[in-house]
């Protein structure tokens, strides 16, 4: 077990990045970064984007490693230019991919399977900055399928990571 940080986390109930990066972002809906998110096994997390689509169960909720922002090219970043929901620090989520990761941030474990990187898009150029996207490659979070209903919040959590089962 590790001690990481939930840093910032992100809902997003509307997909905001849509047509051509040129054309920019669509508008909020409102405040995107909470406090809390409630997450459902299978369906992702409550009131998000991609929750309960079938085609994103393998991508429900994404994670990505503060330490890897390129803050070198937009001081300001934060999960509202990169999209991802859960922003940690302390950890090299990246690392994980294929294997199931435990964060309870003191309200029970939520447990999700780490299936994939999550690659940067042209998007990153136009709400991060030129070099964006070249920057995250690598170290632009996970994509994951939450395996339990939980809660998590900001503030320490605690972190396990364990392999998965192939069959699973």
């Known amino acids: 077990m590790t001690t990481v940080e939930v840093i910032q986390l992100l809902l997003s109930p509307t997909h905001r990045f849509m047509g051509r990066p040129a054309d920019g972002p669509a508008p909020a809906q409102g405040e995107e970064l909470v406090d809390r998110v409630e997450v459902r096994r299978n369906l992702g997390i409550v009131g998000d984007r991609y929750f309960a ?36 620090k302390g950890v090299d989520i990246d690392a994980y991919v294929g294997s199931t990761v435990s964060l309870d941030s003191g309200h029970g474990p939520v447990l999700l399977a780490v299936n994939s990187a999550a690659r940067p898009c042209a998007w990153m150029e136009t709400t991060i900055g030129a070099g964006a996207q070249r920057a995250l490659r690598g170290k632009g979070g996970v994509r994951c399928t939450p395996l339990s209903d939980g809660v998590l919040t900001l503030g320490p959590a605690a972190f396990t990571a364990t392999d998965r089962d192939p069959a699973s």
């Not at 689509?53 to 429900?60: T, W």
């Not at 994404?62 to 937009?74: Q, R």
């Not at 300001?76 to 999209?83: C, F, K, Y």
């Open 53 to 88: 689509h079938p085609a994103h169960r393998r991508a429900a909720v994404t994670l990505m490693a503060v330490e890897n922002l390129p803050v070198h090219i937009n001081a300001a970043i934060d999960l509202r230019q990169t999209r991802r929901n859960v922003l940690l």
